[in-house]
Structures are given as structure tokens and as C-alpha cells.
């Protein structure tokens, strides 16, 4: 026998710029042993449910201010900032979902997916008129 709560069938993500809420961000560290931040987000209205990791090297740092900026924290560029990723839990922003690119290897080689393009600078939130009451 199956027991199951009935749901409504959500529509399905599509490439646009969305409302976002961080779930839950946690540290960790990549196979190379890099530093991470895994984020766990809830996109849109609907709550479609998303990961991104932000890699903490000297390539991909600006990510992590991306990041932050769009979740309402001010650093200073050049600036070292100590932030544990907890503090991300709860924020709320806009990010720009769209197509990554074809994967060229493992499990889902050939195969694209949506992905996390931009995080949203507070100054060019735009607000969503999808659902807007008038």
C-alpha cells in the first residue's frame, strides 16, 4: 500500500530572471580541495528547488560577491571578509536562470541543464509583474 500527500503539478522552470531564497548554504571543499559554498535555493514563486556551488579561488571569487551582493551584504572590494555560510540562510535576491553549457563528459555528457547564469545586484532587481495584484 502507498500513502502519499497530493500536490499540485508545478509548471516547469524556464531560462528568465527569478526571485530567489537561500534554503540552506553550507561550507565545504571541492575534490581539488578548494573551499566551496553549497548552496541549496528556492527559485521563484513556485519554490523550484536549485544548487549552485561558489568556489572560493582567485578565478572564481567574484562569484562569491556576486553572490553576496545580491543578498543585501556591502563588501569592500580588496577587502578580506570572514562570513561563515550560514549567514546566507534566509537571504533573499534575484538571480538570472538560463541554459549552462553542453556537459562534454560523465553521466550526462551531451546533455544541458538550467543553471544559476547571475546573481542579481540589488541595484538591478527587477521586480516580477507575474503575479503582481492590481
Known sequence: MIKYTPTISRQPLEAGIYSVTVKLATESYSAKGDQT??????????????????????????????????????????????????????????????LGEVRKSGKYEGKQFLEVKRYLPRIEQVVETENVPF
Do not use: S
Open 37 to 98: 559554498l553549497d548552496l541549496e535555493l528556492l527559485i521563484g514563486n513556485d519554490g523550484h528547488p536549485m544548487r549552485d556551488t561558489l568556489y572560493n579561488t582567485e578565478k572564481a571569487a567574484w562569484r562569491i560577491t556576486q553572490a553576496r551582493d545580491c543578498f543585501g551584504f556591502e563588501d569592500v572590494i580588496g577587502e578580506e571578509i570572514e562570513f561563515k555560510g550560514a549567514d546566507l540562510n534566509g537571504c533573499t535576491g534575484q538571480v538570472e536562470i538560463a
